[in-house]
């Protein structure tokens, strides 16, 4: 079992920036790779950007050069630092992680941003 608190949602103008963190315990030696995903009203859930084990990073097309995502072993944590956010960026966001070689899924409680105009 892998258990995933995040924090540091919030609120913030256009333009801003904000840092998310995801503090994983339990199995974590199991954990593949790692992700943040958001859901805005109405809409499904996407994949922001993911991590590898390996430190591979990968984002959707809509927060390149905006977002990063990174992670500290150290204290199994991974966070994602949000610059130049936008309105449409407003959404709850999750932390997600992915295990290996038992393939399972688990997710955070999600952290609200909302960005005003």
């Known amino acids: 079992q892998v258990q995933l608190v995040e924090s540091g949602g919030g609120l913030v103008q256009a333009g801003g920036s904000l840092r998310l963190s995801c503090a994983a315990s339990?199995?974590?030696?199991?954990?593949?790779?790692m992700a943040w995903y958001r859901q805005a009203p109405g809409k499904q859930r996407e994949r922001v950007a993911t991590?590898?084990?390996?430190?591979?990073?990968s984002y959707t097309d809509s927060v390149k050069g905006r977002f990063t995502i990174s992670r500290v072993n150290t204290n199994n944590t991974v966070y994602l630092q949000m610059n130049s956010l936008k309105p449409e960026d407003t959404a709850v966001y999750y932390c997600?992680?992915?295990?290996?070689?038992?393939?399972?899924?688990?997710w955070g409680q999600g952290t609200q941003v909302t960005v005003s105009s």
């Open positions: 997600n992680a992915n295990t290996f070689p038992v393939v399972r899924v688990y």
């Open positions: 991590i590898s084990i390996a430190g591979l990073t």
């Open positions: 339990g199995s974590i030696f199991s954990i593949n790779f």
